[in-house]
């Protein structure tokens, strides 16, 4: 298995044909949605994408807010998962953030999504605010 990591300028939709997003268990796909990915200017974001043998499985979006980094998207194709993608991909995050000079990462998750939250917390972030959504920061520097 050959797995690569690449920044891109932009998201081609046709690189996510067949790819699930879904968190459902009983099993509802979930498919790209280019409505998420980052609209500002390339010196305000960073996109990445992750390849197995050359297929796209999964993408992080990355925008810059004031100080911090906010991780728009990280997601990885369902049949991907386990697989250190959403590490490599976060990674990257971290590198740009740093490249930046931010003071932080922030992201949110979905409530429903316990998953998510123990992922993030494995990474390194602090759950900040809980509402609707949950909402998480990594301090990067002081």
């Given at each position: 298995m050959d797995?690569?990591?690449e920044r891109v300028s932009a998201?081609?939709?046709?690189w996510f044909a067949g790819c699930d997003f879904g968190l459902d268990p009983a099993g509802r796909a979930y498919p790209f949605d280019p409505a998420y990915s980052v609209s500002l200017g390339p010196e305000r974001r960073m996109i990445a994408v992750a390849r197995i043998d050359g297929r796209v499985a999964g993408y992080a979006a990355c925008q810059r807010d004031g100080d911090a980094g906010e991780v728009r998207r990280l997601e990885i194709d369902h049949a991907a998962r386990g697989q250190g993608l959403g590490r490599l991909l976060l990674?990257?995050?971290?590198?740009?953030?740093?490249?930046q000079g931010l003071a932080a990462l922030v992201l949110e998750t979905m409530?429903?999504?316990?998953a998510?939250?123990?992922?993030?917390a494995h990474q390194g972030f602090v759950l900040i605010r809980q509402a609707k959504a949950?909402?998480?920061q990594?301090?990067?520097?002081?």
């Open positions: 797995v690569s990591l998201l081609d939709s046709a990674g990257e995050a971290r590198r740009w953030a740093g490249e409530a429903d999504n316990p998510a939250g123990r992922f993030f949950l909402h998480w990594l301090t990067l520097r002081d």
